[in-house]
């Protein structure tokens, strides 16, 4: 109880005295982290994995669109109760999946994402985006959010891969991953294009996009204020975005889109378009039948590939490999990264004067108590 004259009378009170500073630590390639100060007790913590690679497209005779690379798993956490000393944790930050190559007899998945760690705790490489081989048309790979399937022709629309990214991992705050998205197979009613479209990677805060002209990728995870300070790429504070599928035209111009799906906002690569045959082409179409690579520190899937079918006339840019002919490469996964904000240093427990206290609360230096 407050006595007279700034004392205290009967029960004691010891008070926690915040620094009202907080220390943070953003780690783009592997590390340790230390606590910056002796007495932090709260951690706000973001781990992200790298994101899977787009699918490959192969061309003829399994012509279609491959599915976007799904994001990096996300583990995210306010307030994550830190005990000093608890000693120094070790960090791994896991490298994007490589899109693949989509040359014509070895088109196929991209390669998943690799694991990022902080501690014990583990956030689960993306999944692969399906793609096309010589035998079939292919299913999105399991990841931390899975990637997109291939959408093939002949209505072959093939699913997307699950998340194995889930709060059984043992972290006490929250696992961020999705479902691919299953891929487009054949036409779309009331759609100028009868494109066959790779399903969108998972993302952060959302599925894949499904079934759809343009399957985007799924959508990252905001950081908001927690953050505001480390954000590496430019997505306004977003990690996580999915992969957009690959499109692919059985027509030729000018029915034929040259819009590329967009990468899930979080870092994702946007999907490829490509066609049957440009013959009056209204963009470079060497720039366009690539997924694009996801941006590096985000976690973002890959964009899917896309076949292009150059008619013998066509005057148009190939590319300087000429890989326009047989089919196009998905884009590479973004790789992750591990970000740790200390809070709530405890500088000065103890007894305090009652008056002491009454206005370091008033100022806002006293985080907890009592």
């Not at 993306?126 to 292919?138: R, T, V």
């Not at 976690?299 to 326009?324: L, Q």
Request: with cysteine; proline share 6%.
């Amino acid at each position: 109880m407050a006595g007279q004259s700034g004392g205290l009378i009967g029960t004691q009170v010891t008070l926690v005295k915040s620094s009202g500073g907080n220390n943070e630590s953003k780690f783009t390639s592997p590390g340790t982290w230390s606590p910056c100060a002796s007495g932090t007790t709260l951690l706000d913590v973001v781990i992200v994995a790298g994101g899977g690679g787009g699918g490959g497209s192969i061309g003829a005779p399994k012509n279609g669109g491959s599915g976007g690379g799904g994001a990096g798993g996300v583990l995210f956490i306010e307030n994550f109760p830190y005990t000093p000393p608890s000693g120094n944790k070790s960090v791994t930050i896991g490298g994007g999946g490589a899109g693949n190559a989509g040359a014509s007899a070895s088109g196929g998945n991209g390669v998943n994402g690799s694991n990022s760690v902080w501690g014990c705790y583990t956030a689960i490489g993306g999944g692969g985006g399906g793609g096309a081989n010589p035998s079939d048309f292919l299913a999105g790979s399991d990841g931390g959010s899975g990637g997109g399937g291939m959408g093939g022709g002949g209505n072959n629309a093939k699913c997307g891969g699950d998340s194995t990214q889930s709060d059984a991992s043992g972290f006490p705050g929250s696992a961020k991953a999705n479902d691919g998205g299953t891929g487009n197979g054949g036409p779309v009613s009331g759609t100028p294009c009868a494109c066959r479209t790779g399903g969108g990677g998972g993302g952060a805060s959302a599925v894949g996009p499904s079934g759809s002209q343009n399957n985007a990728g799924g959508a990252g995870l905001p950081l908001g204020d927690v953050f505001p300070a480390s954000a590496p790429f430019g997505d306004s504070n977003v990690v996580g975005g999915g992969g957009g599928g690959g499109q692919y035209s059985p027509g030729i111009a000018p029915s034929i889109p040259t819009t590329r799906p967009a990468g899930g906002v979080g870092g994702g690569g946007d999907g490829a378009v490509g066609s049957q045959g440009y013959p009056s082409a209204p963009v470079p179409i060497a720039n366009l039948a690539k997924g694009s690579n996801a941006d590096g520190n985000t976690g973002g899937g890959g964009g899917g590939g896309a076949k292009i079918t150059f008619m013998a006339c066509t005057p148009y840019d190939r590319g300087a490999d000429n890989s326009g002919v047989d089919g196009r490469a998905g884009g590479n996964g973004g790789s992750g990264i591990v970000l740790v904000k200390e809070k709530n240093h405890l500088i000065a427990p103890g007894m305090w004067n009652i008056n002491e206290v009454y206005e370091k609360v008033k100022e806002g230096d006293w985080s907890n108590s009592f």
